[in-house]
């Protein structure tokens, strides 16, 4: 499933084609996704302009100009492209043998830029859905999420608030979106693989009696932000069947740990084996050698 990086690249490659695009015609080829479109949706988006295209965690949100906004979470599967252009920046250009029977909406756009094109909503699976507000406050999915991982209000301070007295392990800890926004099992790994601690050590060990980040945590709160930062540069991660506006990310490429059981450990100087273990029905990828506990 699509984490924070792949949203972000699919967010990053709609943004200068979209906003400002006036939705002339919506097409509807299926009642629902995994939930039904919400009642009234193509009479809701024809006419408005789209102001803003943002994202919150895993969430792209669309901002119309009557005041609305459009979420959209892309399941497994989910995709939304241009049937006119591809992106022509990094990833690679959309691959062109996508199934007609799986665009499930089309949205004709006037660009006073770009003049006139056509964004289309695919989904294989249909484990993506669509959602309307006409304020985004009233969103059951964004109440109670935590800090933008990238943004300033993520810290090591913050965790250790989170975390203090915790007996959660570290990354079921870090999972947890009322904790941290966006993030999941594939860039939760790498992190903890680049901060240096075992997967399995419970999230309150990162913690001083005073309340304060151990240095371990400090680590890892960089750490969060170096991976996301380093996938979002190159278009997230291809993993089954997460494709960008404009085709597939690459940062599959760079992983250290995650789905590499049985690599050699990429870090210097290291000897480990990444083995994997299950946490939560999860598959967990880990150093034993060079991931350690406080």
């Known amino acids: 499933m699509p984490e924070l990086p792949e949203v972000e690249t699919v967010r990053r490659g709609l943004a200068p084609w979209l906003e400002g695009a006036t939705i002339e015609s919506v097409t509807l080829n299926r009642p629902n996704l995994r939930f039904p479109f919400p009642t009234g949706l193509k009479d809701a988006l024809e006419g408005q302009e789209v102001t803003h295209v943002g994202r919150r965690a895993k969430y792209l949100l669309l901002g119309l100009s009557g005041g609305a906004t459009l979420l959209s979470h892309l399941g497994m599967t989910g995709s939304w492209r241009f049937a006119e252009h591809p992106i022509d920046k990094p990833p690679r250009y959309y691959e062109p043998g996508t199934e007609p029977r799986h665009d499930h909406m089309v949205w004709a756009l006037r660009h006073p830029e770009h003049g006139r094109s056509h964004l289309i909503y695919a989904d ?10 006409a304020d985004l406050a009233e969103s059951p999915y964004l109440q109670g999420l935590g800090p933008e991982p990238l943004g300033n209000e993520f810290s090591a301070a913050q965790l250790a608030t989170a975390f203090a007295g915790k007996k959660t392990p570290i990354k079921a800890a870090l999972l947890d979106q009322r904790v ?3 993030l999941g099992n ?11 601690i075992l997967p399995t050590v419970l999230a309150g060990t990162l913690v001083t009696r005073t309340g304060r980040p151990k240095k371990a945590l400090e680590d890892l709160a960089m750490a969060v ?11 997230g ?3 089954r069947d997460f494709r960008s506006v404009a085709g597939a990310g690459y940062f599959q490429h760079n992983f250290a740990v995650y789905d590499r059981e049985g690599d050699p450990c990429p870090t210097p100087m290291c000897t480990g084996v990444v083995r994997r273990i299950m946490q939560s029905g999860r598959s967990t990828f880990y150093c034993p050698k060079c991931q350690k506990a406080p």
């Open 124 to 133: 294989p699976r249909r484990f993506g859905f669509i959602d309307l507000y």
């Open 180 to 182: 941290v926004a966006g």
């Open 186 to 196: 594939i860039y939760v790994a790498e992190a903890l693989h680049r901060a240096h």
């Open 225 to 235: 932000r170096e991976v996301l930062t380093a996938a979002i540069e190159v278009g």
């Open 237 to 239: 991660s291809t993993i």
